[in-house]
């Protein structure tokens, strides 16, 4: 129970089936962070959330605890973001989240009390292959407000223990009733919108203590290699950003490639940002993996649409996507989801785009 509306809706769904319920919060960030922003910032796990959640479970007659997760969550989630960006690329730290700490470490702290499921108020839905045994993870019944994506990466062992009760709900106002229904203020609470650990959207100051090499400035490129001014980190951009970059040219220009090594960021026209496919690594397959190619549809961010595309299993759990129509902006470290119909096949890391 983050202390929002969805993962509310989720637990009063649950007690009001009879199912036995148990509330949790995860404390995952220094809670100093939080102590200047003003109510309805968007920012999510702050002490008002916990607090919020607490209240929450006792007006629906479940227990609520308070779980500290966040050294794992440190080393899992926030480290490996750091270093991604200092790398050149653009992490999905939700993915990563979702996989190794809310359905991992949490459950695994969960599972001595006696608890057989996790369940979350994620916009998804999770539904069992009779013919094959395999548990096959479907977008939430709202297109609008799916969450497929940021759970692409779960395994068949976490997608069997795991409930998703606002799923088949049409839509946010939906949910937002329910909650009302039982008495609950939290019903009109903002959505959180930014990374949880940068809650005003300022992740750089997470770099500077984590990856300071991050932040460190360097040349600003064309193409060509010729230097067009300097950049004030390689952690400060992703591919396709056009603000920011200083540059007066009377034209506009994009980030196109981050070169860590050089410590350089080239940028260019629009027309560069074209790709043609890409190729992602560490795929997670829910359920068996394809042994020829296959079509389907592939998202390559969270707020992008899908593009029909060719996959090519290859091997290292690696995948080559090529696209009907070429797609703008691909940003290595981001996570490709493939679906067929309502269903995700799986997703991994994009390491390069084509």
Known sequence: MSGGVD??????????????????????????????????????CSPRDAADAARAARKLGIDHVLLDLSEVFLDEVVKPFCRDYAAGRTPSPCVGC???????????????????????????????????GEYHLLRGLSRQRDQSYFLSALTQEQLSRTL????????????RELVASYGLKISAKAASQEFCFAPDGDYARVLA??????????????????????????????????RGLGLATGVPLYVLRIDAAANAVIVGPDEE???????????????????????????????????????????????????ETPVRAIAPGQQAVFYQGERVLGGGRISKAL
């Open 98 to 132: 979702n996989r190794r700490v809310k359905f991992a470490a949490l459950f695994d702290r969960l599972l001595p009390a006696g608890c057989e499921f996790i369940a979350t108020g994620h916009y998804a839905r999770v539904v069992r292959h009779e013919p094959t």
């Open 7 to 44: 993962s509310t809706a989720a637990a009063a769904m649950l007690t009001s089936s009879g199912q036995a319920a148990l509330g949790v919060t995860m404390k995952l960030w220094d809670c100093e962070l939080f102590a200047g922003l003003a109510p309805g910032s968007g920012a999510c």
């Open 209 to 242: 203590r984590y990856a300071p090499e991050a932040l460190q400035p360097g040349p600003l490129l064309d193409s060509a290699g010729k230097l067009l001014g300097e950049h004030r980190g390689v952690g400060r951009y992703t591919i396709g950003q056009r």
């Open 273 to 323: 940002l074209l790709a043609t496919g890409l190729v992602t690594e560490e795929v997670n397959w829910n359920g068996a993996a394809p042994s020829a190619p296959l079509a389907c549809t592939v998202r390559v961010r969270h707020a992008g649409g899908e593009t029909p595309s060719k996959l090519e299993p290859l091997a290292g759990s690696r995948v080559r996507v090529e696209f």
């Open 164 to 175: 998703f009760p606002v799923g088949g709900v049409s839509g946010k106002e939906e949910v």
